[in-house]
């Protein structure tokens, strides 16, 4: 079987598994469900939704990816791309969203790489805030995405309930979509991770709080709060103090040439030095 009969089978395989059926949007009334379904999840201020109907639009008519999952009639998740460089081999994710607790995240990223796979391109990319225990491991564990750049208050000020009050660094994830691993992570058969020996802890927790380690070592542990989200409502001080400490361990580990391997699932990026 080709990569991209393999891909579709998966896509499908995920898609039954949530009970959903997902398809590419063409149509205004789709659109408006798709801002629907962001309002719900983000509550953006008016004016700074993740995305509108006419952006949706032009992408969707110039041959983008605009994509939903349905329960039926009802959508219950949606995800928005956009081609990027180099031209022909990359789609940058911009924006996914979807009902949680059944695998319908899943399901919508299985399908955008099967339908980034047919149009001949090779990586999807996409951000994602590094505080977010959830995503991280979504994204590197689950899905076998790799993050390659630390991105300091990337998007500026962000007007939703979600991200409000924090500044906005994100890790750019690539999802190589021919390597073993991602091949390995769609078929659900993806390995847990593997501490080798000598592991030091560059950032760990006491406390709920951030505490810095050793950075001296080949293979590094760099911690996460547990629910930075919470966190934010709780006690912005605690939050503002893990921006920073993830910002200076993981961002000046990964400006100084290292790379995440790995996420485990007690919440630590897995970095490695060359």
Request: aromatic share 8%.
């Amino acid at each position: 079987m080709t990569l991209v009969g393999q891909a579709a089978g998966q896509a499908e395989a995920a898609a039954r598994r949530s009970g959903v059926q997902i398809r590419e949007l063409r149509e205004i009334a789709e659109f408006e469900l798709v801002v629907a379904l962001y309002d719900g999840i983000w509550k953006a201020e008016p004016g700074n939704e993740p995305a509108s109907v006419e952006l949706m639009v032009a992408l969707s008519h110039s041959g983008n990816y605009v994509s939903g999952a349905f329960d039926g009639t009802r959508l219950v998740g949606a995800t928005v791309g956009f081609l990027a460089g180099p031209p022909g081999t990359a789609l940058h994710s911009h924006v996914t969203g979807s009902v949680t607790g059944r695998g319908i995240g899943f399901a919508l990223k299985l399908h955008q790489r099967a339908w980034a796979l047919a149009q001949g391109l090779t990586q999807i990319s996409w951000t994602y805030d590094p505080l977010v225990r959830r995503n991280a491991y979504f994204n590197i564990t689950k899905l076998g995405a790799r993050p390659e750049k630390y991105l300091r208050s990337f998007y500026g000020r962000m007007g939703d309930v979600i991200n409000a009050g924090d500044e906005s660094d994100r890790l750019l994830a690539v999802w190589r979509l021919a390597e073993p691993h991602v091949v390995a992570a769609c078929s659900s058969e993806a390995e847990p991770p593997v501490l080798p020996g000598g592991t030091v802890v560059a950032l760990d927790t006491e406390a709920d709080l951030p505490v810095a380690g050793r950075v001296d070592g080949r293979v590094l542990l760099v911690r996460t709060p547990k629910d930075v989200e919470t966190l934010r409502r709780t006690d912005p001080a605690a939050a503002k103090a893990w921006r920073h400490a993830v910002r200076e361990a993981l961002g000046g580990l990964m400006d100084g040439g290292a790379r995440v391997t790995g996420f485990t699932a007690d919440g630590y990026y897995i970095v490695e030095r060359p």
